[in-house]
């Protein structure tokens, strides 16, 4: 299956990896979980300083403008994503294993009370900065071209199904996966995501050959998206 992944190794370049200050993380982790349950327009630096106990002024020298530390929440959370995917193309597992271990990183997302964070500012995209506009774009076209990727290969080996191009099956089950932590979010029913990603995975999983067990897609990644 590691023939028909992507290398992400470009994707992890295409984003900032300089070591961040004790304080510059901490914010971050704040300013994150913040934009992922409230939207990025929905809290301010008091708001990040006031959880934190330290001034605005510390703020601002560490990200001097909304915009870099938006930037900034959504690049970290990139490069954690495609770290995720890394480890699912380095296990080596069978393309519908690894569709489960995709899915399994929204679940795991869901399942601190956040939903994914680049799905979440799309949602405000028209009034975000640039900078993170790019990066939401990029955070999702990454993630399409892997998946488009793992259908391709899946598909070759006949263990994933699907109707027309690698492409657009990629694009649906990103939409619908997207589209299902949106609408668990209001009834804080992780299950509700659950049963619908479930659906989505009959939808593209070919029914192993009689006999044949295949392996559980529970065991990875170890990091993933908070």
Known sequence: ???????????????????????????????ERLAQTRGFNGFSYADIAEELGITKASLHYHFPGKADLGCAIVERYSRTFADSLAEIEKSGVEAPVALQRYVNLYASVLSNGRICLCGMLAAEFSTL?????????????????????????GGRAK??????????AARLLTAGLEGAMLLARPYA?????????AHLLREFVAAPPAGTKRASGSG????RPR
């Open 159 to 168: 263990t994933l199904v699907f109707q027309g191009e690698p492409g657009d």
């Open 129 to 153: 900065p640039d900078c993170m506009q790019q990066a939401i774009r990029a955070f999702f076209e990454h993630n399409e071209v892997w998946l488009t990727r793992l259908f391709d290969s």
């Open 189 to 197: 029913d992780p299950t509700r995501f659950g049963q619908a990603a």
């Open 220 to 223: 990875a990644p170890k990091r």
């Open 1 to 31: 299956m590691s023939r028909g992944f992507m290398n992400t190794s470009a994707y992890r370049r295409g984003v900032s990896s300089e070591p961040a200050s004790a304080t510059a993380t901490q914010i971050l982790d704040v300013a």
